[in-house]
């Protein structure tokens, strides 16, 4: 039996609860990422509710499955609102012509990725106990100047401004995003890069009394790399904040990378150390499953997931289709790096 056999009968979006992890890393993968199915309604999930439990106990059941209204994603809360006063940050068009229409707010914070919390959608649900300030990010390894800054300090280091930008999840749902924030090439060249350094390796935080997930069997920290050129393109973004205002929880508070070209898992979340080096680091979920998840994982419609086609991508909230463009139409800014 193979274990990435599909498990057809679970697949319930962002509204199913969390998965029992008793074997980690050996464990039927699209439970490791999950693929995507339309959301049910909430009509369906109360009707599937009170027919496996009946009365009281389905509205118990229904508060662990419930997709959750807007003003519940949306009030997860950004830990204090750091640098409240910089948002919102004027847009700059430049960056910001995706072609598409801006996902909706709620529908964005719905469904997220954020394996430190949950293995299902519905990080919003679990991201309560997490306390992103105060917070800190240190700048280390092969460069001139390293420098722990504090949140504070960090907001106010660099003009932020705001970028539209595509999302593309390796799982093929994808959104149409406003970050707010700076270039990390900025922050890059103030540190001044050494001459040595090859790679640029990110590192989430590590608080298991904050997030449930981390206390299960996975390489924890969540690691992300790039290359020096990579990390310096125009496109490569450090976000403070998501839809002109400071970071909500499940996009990654207080600040996170976004990568728009490759896929999603490469913009890691709540960073805590961004560390030049001088050789390909390991990463988390190359290290979970290598053959499904490549270092460098650019988008690219003609190279299919093991187990399914990256032709098409289903857009947050309005479950449209759209053909999946190489680079996921970044290729202007970053084709000449893959030459
Ligand atoms: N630390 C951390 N960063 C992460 C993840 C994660 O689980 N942990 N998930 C990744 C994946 S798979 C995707 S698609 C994006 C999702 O970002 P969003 O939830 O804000 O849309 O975050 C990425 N960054
Ligand atoms: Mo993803």
């Not at 599909?6 to 439970?31: I, L």
């Not at 919102?88 to 910001?96: D, G, I, L, Q």
């Not at 394996?115 to 959608?121: L, M, P, V």
Request: charge should be positive; include cysteine.
């Amino acid at each position: 039996m193979s274990p990435i056999r599909r498990r057809v009968w679970y697949s319930g979006g962002d509204a199913r609860g969390d998965t029992p992890m008793s074997q980690p890393f050996d464990r039927p993968r699209n439970e490791i990422t999950p693929e995507d199915a339309p959301r049910p309604t909430r009509r369906r999930w109360l009707a599937i509710a009170a027919g496996l439990a009946g009365g009281g106990a389905a509205a118990g059941l229904y508060h662990f499955l419930r997709p959750g209204g807007d003003d519940e994603v949306l009030n997860t809360g950004t830990g204090g609102d750091p640098g409240g006063d910089l948002y919102p940050a004027a847009r700059v068009p430049a960056f910001s012509d995706t072609g598409r229409p801006l996902t909706d707010r709620a529908d964005a914070a719905r469904h997220c990725n954020f394996y430190e919390f949950t293995s299902t959608k519905a990080a919003w649900r679990h991201v309560g106990a997490f306390n992103p300030t105060p917070w800190s990010v240190e700048v280390a390894g092969l460069v001139d100047a390293p420098r722990v800054y504090d949140l504070d300090d960090l907001l106010r280091a660099f003009p932020l401004e705001e970028r539209v930008y595509r999302m593309r999840c390796v799982e093929a749902w994808a959104m149409v995003v406003p970050w707010t924030g700076f270039p990390l090439r900025a922050l890059l060249r103030k540190a001044g890069v050494k001459a040595a350094a090859t790679h640029v390796r990110f590192t989430s935080f590590n608080r298991p009394a904050e997030a449930a997930n981390q206390s299960r069997g996975f390489p924890w920290p969540y690691t992300e790399g790039l290359t020096v050129a990579e990390a310096m393109n125009d496109l490569t973004f450090i976000a403070t904040g998501v839809y002109g205002r400071s970071m909500l929880k499940q996009h990654g508070a207080p600040v996170r990378l976004v990568v728009p070209w490759k896929y999603g898992f490469k913009s890691g979340k709540s960073v805590t150390r961004i560390e030049v080096i001088d050789s390909r680091p390991a990463t988390f979920w190359n290290t979970v499953g290598p053959h499904e998840y490549g270092f460098e994982s650019n988008v690219d419609p003609a190279v299919p997931h093991p187990r399914w086609s990256q032709a098409s991508e289903r857009m947050l909230g309005t479950g449209e289709s759209r053909p999946t463009e190489k680079y996921n139409g970044y290729g202007e800014w970053v084709a000449k790096m893959y030459g």
